[in-house]
């Protein structure tokens, strides 16, 4: 048994609340169908729109533009710019504490983030007030590492092979805590530990039984 040295965040959806919340009211707002935004993103998941911006492969001129054209093809025209201001999302205070007891106990700790080449940092703050508060969240962790200036992305198997060496642990040693399974799976394989947080509480007792 290799014991359990790293743990390793997403930011939204773990460290911060999720923007799936904002993306549905968006939905409605616009009369789309529920998880419109999210499906049109499922398809050709690897090589679409989003995919290349989180890897920061292009601008958000380029984002727009071929977010515009998926959308249209699946029925309704989305602009993809429209959607950057609903990805800024308000950090967990219970996460915060989180963090400072798993320092105290000597736990390393790193952020694992799929984000865009804008606003700062894994925030995406397009506000000095929210960047501030990011920053004194990402002062936290010892790595932090962002699809937009890796080049690669979860749940590509590089992305954490990348983390593991920037941290020197192997993927034993770590456990890793994202809201999305998708994410977790390639994880799970290298050997990580996984929690799929579904909630600040859940992903607090769930780390506990693990650590």
Not at 44 to 70: K, Q, T, V
Not at 161 to 187: W, Y
């Amino acid at each position: 048994m290799h014991p359990i040295t790293a743990v390793f965040f997403d930011f939204g959806g773990v460290i911060a609340d999720s923007p799936f919340a904002n993306l549905l009211r968006y939905e409605q707002q616009h009369d789309l169908p529920t998880d419109f935004i999210r499906l049109t993103n499922a398809e050709n998941p690897d090589d679409n729109a989003w995919a290349c911006f989180e890897r920061g492969e292009i601008d958000l001129d380029e984002f727009d533009r071929r977010f515009r054209a998926e959308s249209r093809a699946r029925g309704h025209e989305v602009a993809g710019r429209e959607l950057i201001p609903l990805l800024q999302v308000e950090v967990r205070p219970a996460m915060l504490t989180l963090l400072d007891q798993l320092r105290s106990k000597g736990l390393r700790l790193a952020c694992l983030t799929n984000n865009l080449p804008i606003g700062d940092g894994p925030g995406m703050s397009q506000d000095v007030d929210h960047a501030s508060k990011v920053g004194e969240v990402l002062s936290r962790f010892e790595l932090v590492l962002e699809s937009c200036r890796a080049g690669i992305r979860k749940p590509e198997p590089a992305f954490f092979r990348l983390a593991c060496e920037k941290m020197n642990v192997s993927p034993q040693q770590v456990v890793f805590l994202d809201d999305l399974g998708i994410n977790l799976k390639p994880a799970r394989a290298m050997g990580m530990t996984t929690i799929k947080v579904t909630s600040a509480e859940q992903a607090i007792e769930a780390l506990a039984d693990r650590i």
